[in-house]
């Protein structure tokens, strides 16, 4: 029996240090592409990467779709805006990842998937939209995203 324990921890160990690799190569793709892209002074980009809660996989060519926030006059109370036709948006690529650049500096929120059809909207632990802040002159990298999408 001791051996078969043995043999559990070796496999555990080895699929542990197997996703963690793999998540390091995927992270390293990540910060070359990010590199190799050149902003307008004045715009910024958000980049992450796709996985699907249910599978583990990354989730490919799937819409990533940015809805503009728009606070009120003190930033207490704010509501999300997605049009279809002029909102930032893109594709992820086989490995789930996705970089939108070029973009007005402001707080956006994420709809992964079809607005018309199944998608998720990004949220916090207790609900509520998340919101991302994209700044001028730069890149924010989301890392990786569970996404509830078959």
């Known amino acids: 029996m001791r051996v078969f324990k043995s043999t559990i921890s ?3 160990v080895l699929f542990i240090s ?3 690799a ?3 190569r995927t992270q390293e793709v990540v910060n070359d592409l990010t590199k190799q892209i050149t902003l307008t002074p004045t715009m910024g980009g958000i980049t992450g990467i ?3 809660v ?3 996989e990354p989730l490919r060519n799937t819409v990533v779709r940015l809805a ?3 606070w009120n006059e003190d930033n207490t109370d704010g509501a999300y805006v997605l049009e279809g036709a ?3 948006s893109t594709v992820s690529n086989d490995q789930g990842l996705f970089i939108i650049a ?3 500096p402001a707080d956006y929120v994420l709809v992964v998937g079809e607005v018309i059809g199944i998608h998720e909207i990004i949220s916090n632990p207790d609900g509520s939209a998340k919101i991302y802040t994209v700044q001028s002159g730069n890149i924010l990298d989301i890392k990786t995203l569970d996404v509830n999408l078959p």
């Open 10 to 12: 070796l496999i555990i």
């Open 18 to 20: 197997a996703c963690s």
């Open 22 to 24: 793999a998540t390091d």
């Open 50 to 52: 796709l996985n699907s």
């Open 54 to 56: 249910s599978t583990g």
């Open 68 to 70: 503009k926030v728009y």
């Open 86 to 88: 002029t909102s930032p």
């Open 102 to 104: 070029n973009i007005e």
